[in-house]
């Protein structure tokens, strides 16, 4: 199917969709919908990294102003099991930005490290099927069954006690370096000192508790790590539901992400966390992302963003 009919009839669906599901005059993403926290950080870029890593962002020792968003996939409760998301922003970024706004990079993370799709035919099936509310047809439509994603879908799902302890991977593929051929995948990864241990003010908000505890207490840190594509096979660009083999490439650290506490739970920063938005586009030529389920969402996103915000 052509890129402009997917992008045409997955933005008209979702904007559907997430209109549908409005609340409070909020209308919610269709995926990673329940905002948990939006927060300020610095993202450090390493000195000492490998001269081949060293593109686009990560080509000099530096340190960025980041707005980090964490947020659960589908469910409004944070006690029940789901996929966690995090976003990126990094601000004073110097070249010209494939789309969106000078000045910006942006990266796109869940908790598990690859798609429940393969592709955008694929995520449109489901798309058409939340629509229907026949989200488990999708799944087991005998005719045209999805397995393997069911497979995804429910080992994805799993119960966090905090956003700063859970792992996160950018599951698609992205270019490092305009001209050096390397594809990379992205992986942020927690190594705070401090680690949460039991549910803080167990129930709807437990995780937004959980990392005004944390903060409390003790900076949250991640680090930044990138995984370098050594199989064309084994490591597809065009298949997000793959998991590439960490003990072939292991992920190498690049950056350090460091949170300091602060007052992000007030009504303000709360409703400019909700209008926030993120696109894998928004980014250096050297970050490039690759692949279709990629060129869909540069569009799709854009066009969900602004139904939201009803621009």
Not at 107 to 134: G, H
Not at 185 to 191: D, E, G, H, M, Q
Request: charged fraction near 25%.
């Amino acid at each position: 199917m052509p890129i402009e009919d997917l992008v045409a009839e997955m933005s008209m669906r979702i904007a559907a969709v997430i209109s549908d599901e409005a609340e409070s005059g909020i209308v919610p993403r269709f995926n990673q919908a329940k905002s948990i926290a939006c927060l300020d950080a610095q993202f450090r870029v390493h000195a000492d990294i490998p001269v081949e890593l060293k593109q686009g962002i990560f080509a000099e020792a530096k340190t960025y102003p980041a707005k980090l968003r964490f947020a659960n996939a589908t469910s409004r409760d944070d006690a029940e099991k789901d996929v966690r998301g995090l976003s990126i922003r990094l601000s004073g970024v110097k070249g010209e930005v494939l789309w969106g706004e000078p000045g910006f990079q942006d990266f796109i993370l869940n908790s598990y490290p690859a798609l429940f799709v393969a592709t955008p035919e694929d995520f449109l099936s489901f798309i058409r099927a939340r629509q229907a509310n026949k989200k488990l047809w999708f799944f087991l439509n005998p005719l045209d069954p999805h397995l393997k994603s069911l497979g995804i879908a429910f080992k994805s799902r799993q119960k966090h006690l905090c956003p700063f302890d859970v792992r996160y991977w950018s599951t698609t593929p992205y270019r490092l370096g305009e001209n050096t051929g390397q594809v990379v995948k992205y992986s942020v990864i927690p190594s705070s000192d401090y680690t949460t241990i039991q549910a803080v003010e167990p129930g709807r908000h437990q995780l937004r508790a959980a990392v005004k505890a944390h903060l409390q207490q003790a900076p949250a840190q991640f680090h930044f790590a990138v995984q370098i594509q050594t199989d064309a096979y084994s490591m597809p660009i065009e298949d997000a539901s793959v998991i590439w083999d960490e003990a072939v490439s292991p992920f190498r650290i690049v950056a350090t992400l460091t949170l300091e506490n602060q007052d992000f739970d007030n009504p303000e920063t709360m409703t400019a966390c909700e209008r926030s938005s993120f696109n894998p586009w928004q980014c250096l030529a050297a970050h490039e992302p690759l692949g279709r389920m990629n060129q869909v969402r540069r569009e799709v996103y854009a066009n969900a963003a602004a139904v939201r915000n009803k621009e």
